[in-house]
């Protein structure tokens, strides 16, 4: 298997079924219907290990709380301000989801399951992932790789293959380890983010709230405001401050963004 570099993995898995997998695995399993709240959002922990559970993202967005009469205006029109203050107030309840490390442990636990079950996609992207420097990806291809060793993980001929090739070239000393950014940090971040503005946008589409607006506007409180404006201003409020030309180019626009709207689409008309 030839190694690739973490921009190539970037690149090429984008749009892969690796990418999808994780893309179904942060929002799919958290939706049962959009108009619902979601049920236990905790099956990505493998319990016969007695590992601590880590939620799967979006575990709230399905719960239509976040807003109340208050945001209409009596001519009908929208209250922007109050409705920036009603999903200022909810933010708090995904606040946890958003940083570094809820990110790394969701990531870490999704590999781990993936190598345990052998799922070929998955474990792949982990395969290349651990080949180019990424700590996370390397560390679970070990552990798991340690917990067949020792008999507490059954695998047979054909099984597991990515893992022993891993490990083969961890003996062979086979491995050029290229450690890079941490792009995984803001996984977890980013698709909360993505579908908080896709639950806003859906709820307030019926008073011509659009989800973007254009550059021109953007950061500008007078000018009319869309549904990514009101979450950035919502969760700066709450310590978290990203620009919203970054959130509008980087997260919403962004194929991650794409594949998580495309999902919650889905969901929202099943």
Known sequence: MREMSLKEIKGRLLNSTSHAAISHALVGHAYHRADQPPASTDAVVCRKHNEPSVSLATGEIGAPSIFDASIQL???LLDANRAIDCVAAWVPKML???TPEYSQDWFRILLRKALREDRPTLSEYAFHLANAGD????EEMRRVAVEISRGELASGPGQHLHLRHYCDGILLQQQKRRPGRPWHNTYV???EICA???YVHRELKKYDVRATRTRASHGDDTKRHSAISIVVVALSR???NIEETHVQDNI???ERGKLVRTLL???AHR
């Open 238 to 240: 709450n310590g978290l």
């Open 189 to 191: 971040r980013d698709t």
């Open 96 to 98: 946890h989801k958003l």
């Open 74 to 76: 009596p001519a009908g």
């Open 252 to 254: 919403w626009n962004s």
């Open 265 to 267: 689409d889905e969901v």
């Open 196 to 198: 908080l503005i896709w």
């Open 135 to 138: 700590k996370i990806a390397g």
